[in-house]
Each structure stands twice: as C-alpha cells, then as structure tokens.
C-alpha cells in the first residue's frame, strides 16, 4: 500500500505495535511491578507551605511491627553546592535532593519530608501517623508579583539574583532576570499610530496525566541498582537518582515501564531515589506509588504567571514594535520555564524591534515544570490577546492581519534566532481556506468565533538505535525513547521506509538504560524527529552490512551493490531483503545495524492554529464550546492518524488550561482542590469533535522532512477561546481560567461601565 506521497509506508497508518497489548490489558505499567519479598512504601508530606524542620522523630514508627526501614533528606549524601545538568538543563544539586525529601525547610504543601518501607502499605500508612516532626510555621508567598516585592517571606536563604548572567549578591525570591533585544523598540512605538499594551495572569495548572508517579528500587548487596518507573526519560532518572544518591550512573539499571501520560511532568524525579534508599536500608526491593493528592500536591505543575504584552502598529496594519514583561513561577526552586516563553512570545509574527523582560521567581507552590510547550500557552494568551485588539483598532481583519505580519523563513526573531524554512504563513492560510473559516460564523444570541496562532520550537538531543535483522525477514528494532504517543511505530516506520520493508516487519521495543546508547528525554517533541533519525541511520547501517553480504554471493565488490526499495541488486543479478535475511548464517552470521545522532542544528519548529466557535450563558458565565478546529505544520505527517491524536490532545488540554483548570490555594498555601472531583479537566460532555487540518511543510534538516506535533497545539487555544468570548459577549478575559464567575463579573463591570457612560 502507498501513501500517496511517494513514500510506501511514510504518510501510511498502520495499526499500533504496541495496541494489542494496550487494549487487552497486558501492556505492563510501573504498578504493574512484583517482585519476591516485596515492601510498599509511603511519604510523608509537610502539611504547611513554609515552615523549618526544627526536628523529626521516627522511633515511635520504627518501632511498629512490619516497618523495615525509615528515612528522611538527612539520610541522602551531602549534596554540597555543586551545579549540574542531569537531563533539564542545570540545576543545584541540594534543590534536586530537598525536592526529593525536605532537609531544613518545607518549602510547599505537600512537600515530602520523610518515607517508610513495610511488609503491607496499611502498615507503612500507619507508620506515617508515628512520626513525630517538629516544624516552625513560616508566612507563605503563592504569587509571582508578590514573591517579588521587598520584604516579602524569602524561601532560600542563600539564594541570590542572576542579573543578565551575573550573581548580584542581593538575597531575594528572584532567582534569575534576564532580556533579549532587537532594534530599537523605543523609537519603534513612537512611529506607531496604535498602541496596545495589556496585562495577563495565568493560574498554576496541572498535566493530568491518568497514571500517578511510581518506582520500584531493588539495591542488591553488590552495589548495582535497578529501577522500574514511570517516566519520560530512563537515563535522566538514571543520572538524577545517582546524582542525588552519589552513587555512579553505571550502578544504576533503569526499566522504563509503560507509562499513562507524562506531558512533561514525569521528567524529573521524585520517589526513585527514595524507593532505592529504602531498599538499601531494609535490603528487600520497594515500590511507592503516589497517591493522586500527592501528585497533584508534590509534582510539577506548569507556572503562574504575570504577563504584560504592549505592541505598536502603523495604520496600514504593520506591527512596529513589540514589548513582554514575563514573571513565571518556578515554584518552591528556582529554574523555572521562563526562557522557553521567552522564545515563543512573539515568535509567530515578524517584529524588527522589541524587548522581552524575564523574570524567574521562586513561591511555596511545588517545583514547576514543563507541560506541553512549557511557557507558550501563557505568552501566546497575551500575544494573541493583544493582536486581535490591534486588528479591532486598525479595522482590519484578524487573520488579515496575522497573515500581513507573519513571521516567514529568513525572520530574525527578537531572541536573536533567524527562521529556516517554517510554516506559520502556510497554517494561517489553512485557516482561511478551511471549511470551517468560510463556514458562517455563528451568530446566535451570545455566539462568537475567534481565531489564535502559536509556536514551539522543538529540540533535537541525543537518540539511539540497534537494529537486529531476523532470518525470516523481520527486524527487531530497540531504542531508548519512552512511548507516550506512539512513537515506537512512527520510529519503526521509518526504519521500514529506509528499508523497503512493511511496518509490520518492524518489531520496535522500549529498552532498559543497559541495553542502549544514550537517549534524552520524551520531550520537547523530540522523539520521531530524533529517535526516527537514528533509526534512519541505523538502517543505512544494514544496507551496508547487506551490500557486502550480497557481494560475497555474488563474488563481486561491495560498491557494486546497490540497495533499493528492499532489494539488493549488481548487474543482473538481485536478491530480496527477505531473502538475503534468510541467508545470513551462510554469509557471516547476524547482521546488527546501531546508530546515534545528537542533531544540534535542523531542528524544526511548528505552528499551531485554532478556530474556536463558542456561546457564552450570560447569566452564568459558562462557556460552550460549539466548533474547533486545529491546523499544524506536522513537517511530515509520518503516521497521520497518530499527528491528528497529539492535535487533538493537546487542543483539549489548551481548552481545559483556557475555561476550568487552575489550582485553588487556600491563604495558608494548601492545595483544596487536589482530585479530579476538584480540579476539573475536561470530558467528552464539555467539547465537540475537535476537528484537524494537518500543514506540511518539509523541515529540511531531517531526512524525512519531520517537525515534532506534541506541543504547538496547547498554545493558541486559550486565546482563540478568549477572542470568540469577545465576539460572543463583548468581554475579553485577561486572566487564566476564563472560568464562569470571571465572565459574570466582566459582563457586570462592562455594564456598569456603559450606564456611566450613558449607554
């Protein structure tokens, strides 16, 4: 079967290689895990959100029948001060490990303290219950503009602000500040004849991924380690646990289990060094699991933020001049995503002049992480906010607008990257030649249409592939990425287009941090882009070894081998690969091919788009969302069906992140909303058919063309929700979530600002 694009199994769909396993319930998760002579274990968590730890006893629960082992932060190797880069980029250490289990301070609620290992997990429950910890309540500080101001609860002692690179000395919140430039954008506003400048507040929101964290440690007596998780990246779990245990990354076995969504947040560690200590001490193998509280309460949600966005225009609709003032907040440590936004705040239109201004700040919440495009939906709310705002001013279309300003291959963007060949003037003209966009807007009483646009960039880092080719014709593919949204199939079939061979004939397999080469983190779209690479060369690998097999048959030179379309060919003479594979013991034995890339240019950015229809209950301030529509430049579309689900996915959580998710913090800083029941996602009840339109717009630094599609599409759907509020009600909210009390209270105010106007 083709494609239809000149490709025979690229741009094909094929079922699944890991769907039987998935829809029959055989597919093994990290609670999945058993072993002889397991013990459960449990956490402690600090029930304030800023307090020291003047003492902690544990005698009363070690002294309970069943308990094994009880530790606490002061069980773990002194981390000292040292800076490393564990696979997040680098970091300090001692925060790495008091994420892990507080030593001085609990610096959120929820934060973990201590843990304990029994023979039952009712036992270790009731083991929490006896430790007696003594804790100085300190004043908390939950927001990012608050966490800045002079005098306000500092949560690091010893922290000090990062000015533009350089260590001020000055002890504050405020862990790190820092600008990009380009042009002039003073002088820029003054030739403008609009000016639009607004301010935007994003709350905390979750992943909310369906399975929670957990580990599973064995520590034998020889000193070697094996770990079964959940995560997103086995060797940065890998180098973190040992990082934070001092014990060398080759001691350390890590078994990726199949994991229930990530998004980003299962990046970072938090239970596998604790699982791994507890083994240690009561010299039996450990699995914690969280709870869903505790996730919710102890993991990495995405930041807070306060955004402010002002931009210039001339009256024939051209953007002048741009200005963001960009706060995130990193939670309880520092190292927030904040430079991540910093690359995506005006990164869809083309500015020659302009200022971002970031600030990363430190508040009693947990330690932020990456969620889907960390940083883009926050910035592309207000972006977006402020460039329909502008097209309303001039009188000009929205889209005419966007597409008059679009940021084009050869944009230098005010972060200082210049654009190769990208997509975002071809996704804007999906939008207007859409079905959907020349459908009648809906006009209904309380009914508007928005539309919004947004960016990630993706990333490269390093993969690797082995390949190992099977004598009935099949090839046992292993790599190193874990699969959240089928990547081992979108890997597998470009080995199988490389090869001339069916998807089918492809076994792909997650492996273990003993059985393959280096490979980064799932994240950052990375993974069909470079794991897909590597396997693209490890196939090349084989056709090489296959030509100098041919060549023996055939009693020729290898360079007179050619290998096409899975078929081995000198002069006259061919072979099939199916053949040739059935041939290898006469040959040489087996055949093996392995590669590793580390792509640090050719990294494909995408573009996102959304066309939203909604109706808004003036009375209640609920917001139905009638239509929506994405479009993305996928590069190439390697599985179609798989791009349209990461689309869809990733819209539905933009949708959630836009009208109802946020975490609600009581005045002493506990988390009151920490279960679904509370913190409310989106179901299928809330939303309609999230349609798709999939751009293609070949990224030239990968063989085949491919641009990651997990992350784009969280970012333009709070906007387009906010623009069609607008033309639904006349209100625009300025605030994430744009839940149902918000819009009431802004319908309230519109109006009372019109009967003081007269109206």
């Not at 430190?362 to 592309?380: D, H, I």
């Not at 939303?687 to 990968?702: K, Q, R, S």
């Amino acid at each position: 079967m083709s494609s239809g694009n000149g490709y025979k199994v690229i741009g094909t769909r094929p079922i699944r290689h890991d769907g039987v396993d998935k829809v029959t319930g055989r597919a093994v998760y990290g609670g999945d895990t058993r072993l002889p002579g397991l013990l459960y274990g449990q956490v402690l968590r600090s029930p304030h959100a800023h307090a020291r730890i003047k003492s902690v006893d544990t005698s009363r629960a070690a002294a309970l029948p069943g308990v094994k082992a009880i530790i606490t932060g002061k069980d773990f190797p002194d981390a000292g001060d040292q800076i490393v880069d564990l696979g997040e980029g680098p970091a300090r250490l001692k925060y790495i490990r008091d994420n892990v289990l507080a030593t001085d301070k609990a610096l959120y609620s929820g934060h973990p303290v201590a843990a304990v290992c029994a023979t039952s997990l009712h036992i270790a429950e009731e083991a929490l219950d006896l430790i007696e910890i003594e804790y100085e309540v300190l004043d908390a500080v939950l927001d990012v503009r608050e966490a800045m101001q002079e005098g306000a609860p500092q949560l690091h002692d010893d922290m000090t602000t990062q000015e533009f690179g350089e260590d001020t000395g000055k002890k504050s919140n405020l862990a790190t500040h820092f600008q990009h430039k380009l042009g002039d954008p003073d002088k820029a506003f003054a030739a403008a004849d609009v000016v639009i400048e607004r301010e935007f507040h994003t709350a905390t929101v979750h992943q909310g991924y369906i399975e929670p964290h957990n580990a599973t440690a064995m520590w034998n007596s020889d000193g070697q380690i094996t770990v079964w998780t959940s995560t997103q990246g086995s060797f940065a779990a890998r180098a973190q646990t040992g990082a934070v245990l001092d014990v060398p990354a080759s001691s350390i076995k890590v078994v990726p289990q199949e994991i229930g969504g990530g998004f980003g947040g299962k990046i970072p560690i938090y239970l596998e060094p604790v699982a791994a200590l507890l083994s240690k001490l009561s010299g039996q193998p450990v699995k914690l699991i969280m709870t869903r509280p505790s996730v919710f309460e102890s993991t990495g949600p995405t930041p807070g933020s306060y955004v402010k966005v002002k931009m210039g225009a001339t009256k024939d609709g051209k953007i002048t001049a741009a200005d963001a003032y960009i706060a995130f907040e990193s939670g309880a440590y520092p190292g927030g995503l904040v430079g991540a936004a910093a690359m995506c705040v005006f990164s869809c239109y083309d500015i020659a002049d302009g200022l971002i201004d970031c600030y990363d700040v430190v508040c009693n919440k947990p330690r932020s992480f990456a969620y889907r495009a960390p940083g883009s939906t926050q910035v592309a709310f207000a972006t977006e906010h402020v460039v329909d705002l502008l097209a309303a001013e001039l009188g000009i279309d929205p889209l005419e607008f966007r597409l008059k300003n679009t940021a084009t291959t050869g944009t230098r963007r005010i972060d200082g990257v210049v654009y190769p060949k990208m997509g975002c003037k071809e996704v804007l003209e999906a939008i207007r030649d859409s079905d959907h966009y020349k459908s009648a807007a809906p006009s209904g009483p309380n009914q508007g249409r928005g539309i919004s646009v947004g960016y990630w960039f993706n990333v490269g880092l390093k993969s690797a592939c082995t390949a190992s080719v099977n004598n009935d014709g099949t090839v046992s593919l292993s790599e190193g990425s874990t699969d959240i949204g089928g990547s081992r199939t979108s890997i597998a079939m470009q080995f199988a287009e490389t090869m001339g061979i069916g998807a089918e004939d492809v076994k792909p397999q997650v492996v273990d941090t003993d059985s393959i080469g280096h490979t980064d983190v799932t994240g950052g779209s990375r993974v069909t882009y470079a794991t897909g690479w590597a396997a693209y060369k490890a196939a090349l690998d084989i056709q090489d070894q296959l030509c100098e097999r041919a060549a023996q048959l055939w009693e020729v030179e290898a360079d007179q081998v050619k290998y096409e379309d899975g078929t081995l060919s000198a002069g006259d003479r061919s072979i099939s690969f199916k053949e040739l594979a059935g041939e290898l013991d006469e040959t040489g034995g087996p055949v093996v091919g392995r590669a590793s890339v580390n792509p640090d240019s050719g990294v494909g950015g995408s573009f996102a788009a959304n066309i939203a229809d909604v109706e808004v209950d003036p009375e209640t301030g609920k917001v139905q969302v009638l239509r929506f529509t994405v479009i993305q430049d996928a590069g190439k579309a390697i599985h179609p069906s798989y791009v349209e689900g990461q689309m869809q996915g990733g819209s539905v959580q933009g949708i959630g992140w836009a009208l109802n998710e946020e975490y609600f913090y009581s005045d002493n800083g506990h988390l009151d909303n920490s279960s679904y029941l509370d913190y409310r996602i989106p179901t299928t009840l809330d939303l309609p058919m999230i349609e798709t339109i999939i751009v293609e717009v070949p990224n030239p630094g990968h063989p085949y063309g491919v641009r990651g599609v997990g992350e784009a599409n969280i970012a333009p759907p709070p906007a387009a929700l906010a623009n069609a509020i607008d033309n639904a009600v006349g209100v625009r909210p300025q605030e994430l979530p744009m839940k149902p009390d918000r819009i009431v209270s802004a319908l309230q105010s519109e109006g009372q600002s019109a009967l003081a106007a007269g109206g």
